[in-house]
């Protein structure tokens, strides 16, 4: 039998693109549906996350072809600021690197594992290394990418030169196992929501039978560019304070907080200090688990002002309805923009909903017709994992009937954007959202208000198609009470007829107008 | 606005520690009492392992002890081989390092996070470094252990030389954000599953309130030392088998297949060699992907046996009865072992399944009684997650009502586990099993074969429930049937009342066998 020192002799480290290789479902690359998703999502995420910020109006071009069975080539080309040579390799092929982890910035990527992990995708399915075109304003290059898993460190090869062309990159990948399809989960949908969620961007898709779809620009209007923001005290836990003070360089707690906490005043730290045990002017590299936990505890029990909200960027009630009306065309739209609010005492966020109803809206099930639930964080349309995310817990804890709307018979598209520093994900995969109750409420509140708006048009709609039945059966026996009639009166059937039309429309005028005006109506609140 | 050169300043590298103190829900760490059972959890598995690798029947301690309100402390204490001083940092305080990676070994942790994880755990709560005693054959220290997460570095402290006696470690930590709960899913139940799929572990619980549960050993037979194996051509991918032909020392790519994988015969590689259109006497070095990939296909189109299931320890019916036995003291037991079988071509598994029917089987959910499935992966209890995972969905499956049996309403625990060096699990969490369909068609094989054998039961005492009710009907009516007589023949009603039961008696002689023959039947087969 061994003994420990036998048993540790195969003792090994191993790195994180070595467990994402063993681990590939965390990262999204599960069924061969789904894979190919995650490749095109990951690339158009940090296209879009580029564009804004370097505050270009973002024109992407998707491409997928097929090479053989479950083998796919994916396109994604930009227009934004491209990609330095020096950093080509970390930020494509390197996993846990990136320029978006530590800071305080609502974008859509955040971990520095996504295109990378692309990368990684690809070589462990095809063998092949992924092939990039970087253009930015200063240069212009091409190059291989792969992954040295052992040591998760970037491959670069057959780096070279090319002529300047604008900015952007045009990436290029091989993958296997992978499936393209034409359903709800599928990429031609994926690109669909992004347009919808994103009225700024020009993105077209090429199938792999070669059909293109362009999803114009509706709006001309720039996203505004992240604002980094500093955390407010009330979403901090004791180790991200004292992580916070230890890499701080003020002299003094006290100015370190003023500095780098958000809301955090002189009066503050005097309040504070009536409630601490201990010196806030001391080192903050000094400031110990206890004092930290005590100095949380302080932050709990004084009053702040809730945070600003500058740093979450909405898409804003106008730029959906005007998306959701380019791309579905509904009879009618209800839009709600909510007031920012906080989970978890300091992070702030916002919903906006959109519910649409007729046109292209919903979805058709073999015959069924049915609602289609679109939910997006941070603009990016989730695709899978529903059961598990608040969005999705917050739609069937409406009673919709209330509202006379029916969410399992109706033409309804329900448009659920959570926009956020801090979206609080189920998973790595991030295709559903925590089911925090301050997040599973707000939604609620938003699609209460978003219903009870379309309510109005429902309700007209349904009173116009009773009134349309009854018009309809009266008119069924028009005919055969004009024959009935000849016979007793001698008088002519057609003119009888007649008469009678001219009666009843008399009864029933309100149809005449209702078919005009129900057409392109609309609702919207901002609260 | 910022050009490329200039958003990139921000590029940071990341390390794993980093990331997973940003998503520790991915380990298990989301819910109070969840995150307190993976804390309890992960040592358990890690003290399993270390004793069966060194061949010592464990003897487990396990203590929780509450400090706060939402803090506890965890003690657990193994007689496993200890771990010695050099490695005790990177066992215990280094994400992403173990023995088990990269070996083809049937073993409960695989990934080399869980321990470590509990550090980083404690540490992101508490701010304290974990405390562990090691005895090893040759040594004893203790120590306090954390992680430098920015680096996923082993910070080792304290480092004191004490008394050697027997071998085993002690691991204590505190941590915060949990809670303690008595429930299904809570830390006594995991201890008492973890008991009943290990038969030849003593293991103790005590409990926040002091009060102690002991689970004794049911079983001397110490559990086989798994053993490593050789992968069988058909579970290897493409990528898979160009990382092992380039990291071989082999000079052929024959000998190389012939010595790394199983199955592997001379006459297989001429079979191949037919179809390949390469040589496959190169250096295993020099191998290609595209040669890899038509040996892929080679490997695919000749015939294999089966791989060899030596490398699969599965419980054992025998054992499973025992163990079912001493904790639930059922009324009826049957246990079905099947025999290996393979899933994705190559991994090998093994399915045992027990249902246990009355005595402490099932639960009560407030006044409802109903059947508890327990889940098990390589003998540790999946306590959580149970929707996603293959055993549920098998069990579900199954239409119950065809053996007599109601999940719904009756005392059963049907008891599950799956055997195999390599367990899909649906996530890091590894709390569900994939519902690969080979291995939830053989979870239903096992569970129908256990339910016919337990079927026969079930019939007889239903038909004994019919009997009693019939016999209890007219007892019913006795009393007052010798009241009317008396009044009619003047006979003495006490006399009459005697008559009459034993009369009733004679009718129904099978139910007083009946009520002594019930207890302790059991059922089992082994396929």
């Not at 095109?40 to 998707?62: F, K, M, Q, R, W």
Request: charged share 25%; aromatic share 8%; with cysteine.
């Amino acid at each position: 039998m061994p003994t420990a020192d036998e048993i540790f002799k195969d003792f090994r480290e191993h790195s994180i693109a070595e467990f994402f290789k063993k681990n590939r479902q965390m990262l999204g690359y599960a069924g061969m549906v789904r894979s190919l998703v995650t490749v095109v999502h990951e690339y158009i995420t940090n296209s879009l996350d580029a564009c804004e910020e370097a505050g270009i109006l973002p024109d992407i071009n998707v491409k997928v072809g097929q090479i053989a069975e479950n083998r796919y080539s994916v396109t994604v080309r930009d227009n934004g600021p491209g990609i330095p040579k020096k950093y080509i390799g970390k930020a494509l092929a390197m996993i846990l690197s990136g320029t978006k982890f530590h800071r305080h910035l609502q974008q859509r990527g955040q971990q520095g594992i996504g295109a990378s992990g692309c990368t990684l995708f690809s070589q462990v399915t095809t063998g092949k290394p992924v092939h990039v075109k970087s253009y930015t304003s200063t240069a212009a290059f091409e190059c291989n990418l792969s992954i040295d898993t052992i040591h998760n460190k970037p491959i670069v090869s057959n780096v070279i030169d090319i002529d300047r062309d604008g900015t952007g990159i045009v990436v290029e990948g091989e993958f296997a196992g992978v499936k393209y399809e034409n359903s709800e989960h599928g990429i031609l949908e994926y690109v669909k929501r992004t347009a919808l969620a994103n009225p700024q961007v020009q993105i077209s898709f090429t199938d792999p039978l070669g059909k293109e779809y362009i999803f114009v620009r509706s709006s001309e209007k720039r996203s505004e560019r992240p604002k980094a923001t500093k955390p407010h005290p009330l979403g901090l836990s004791i180790n991200d304070l004292l992580e916070l003070a230890h890499t701080s360089e003020s002299r003094k707690l006290s100015s370190f907080m003023i500095e780098s906490l958000a809301r955090t005043t002189p009066n503050k730290i005097e309040e504070m200090q009536k409630i601490c045990s201990f010196d806030l002017g001391k080192d903050p590299k000094q400031l110990t688990w206890p004092e930290a936990e005590e100095l949380v505890k302080a932050v709990q029990s004084v009053k702040w002002i809730a945070p600003d909200s500058a740093s979450v960027t909405s898409i804003g009630a106008d730029q959906i309805k005007i998306a959701l009306r380019s791309i579905l065309n509904p009879e009618f739209i209800s839009v709600v923009e909510r007031k920012p609010q906080v989970f978890k005492g300091g992070i702030p966020f916002v919903v906006e909903v959109g519910i649409a109803y007729g046109g292209g809206s919903g979805r058709q099930v073999e015959d069924t017709q049915m609602a289609s639930i679109m939910r997006f964080a941070n603009r990016v349309p989730l695709m899978f994992d529903s059961g598990s995310c608040a969005i999705t817990e917050a739609v069937r804890g409406i009673q919709w009937k209330r509202y006379n709307l029916d969410i399992d018979t109706q033409p309804i598209s329900v448009f659920v954007n959570i926009s956020s520093v801090y979206i609080p994900y189920a998973g790595v995969g991030k295709e559903a959202i925590a089911q925090e109750d301050e997040i599973v409420d707000e939604i609620k509140l938003a699609l209460m208000e978003a219903a009870r708006s379309m309510q109005r048009y429902v309700r007209g709609r349904q009173i116009k198609s009773i009134e349309e039945n009854k018009y309809k059966t009266i008119m069924r026996y028009t005919k055969q009470l004009a024959t009935d009639l000849e016979e007793l009166t001698s008088t002519d059937e057609k003119e009888i007829e007649e008469r009678l039309e001219k009666l009843i429309a008399k009864h029933y005028p309100k149809l005449k107008q209702g078919e005009e005006s129900a057409q392109g109506r609309e609702g919207s609140s901002a609260a």
